[in-house]
């Protein structure tokens, strides 16, 4: 058998691996990117780390000369990266201007009653002091998050 016959036969296995790896390698890209834009770190190293085996597995085309999906692999992560840093990025920015819409106007004024006012010097402790509304201790319930 000729040194060409052998290339030709493991260009023939090298290509097909060179191109599963590319896929791979674009699933981790795209799963990076979901990941960084739930601010999900350790799925997005996951996701690196395995898409790193994936672009070395399409690294095997280039023996054939067949560079497409090595640049596709790294492509896909660059892109993964980028575009889940922008949506992270953007949904905070989103978030951050609800935040700001929802603000003072839209909370009740009893809510910013001070000691001073009426209605709160009228509300007395059983030894007679005054006590600010945001003194007093509130209940679990206000202060505790529970994930469900």
Request: hydrophobic letters at 55%; one cysteine or more.
């Amino acid at each position: 058998m000729s040194t060409l016959a052998v290339t030709d036969t493991l260009a023939s296995v090298f290509v097909p691996l060179g191109v599963a790896g590319a896929v791979i390698a674009s699933v981790c890209g795209l799963l990076a990117a979901i990941a960084l834009a739930r601010g999900a770190a350790g799925l997005a190293g996951g996701a690196a780390g395995v898409w790193i085996m994936a672009a070395l597995l399409s690294l095997s085309a280039s023996f054939a000369a067949v560079w497409t999906p090595l640049f596709v692999s790294v492509a896909a992560l660059a892109g993964g990266l980028l575009l889940g840093g922008a949506a992270r990025m953007l949904g905070r920015t989103v978030r951050a201007r609800r935040r700001v819409n929802t603000g003072p106007a839209a909370r009740p004024a009893a809510a910013y009653r001070t000691a001073a006012s009426p209605t709160v010097a009228a509300k007395s402790t059983p030894t007679g002091s005054a006590v600010s509304p945001a003194a007093r201790p509130r209940p679990v319930t206000d202060t505790v998050r529970v994930a469900s």
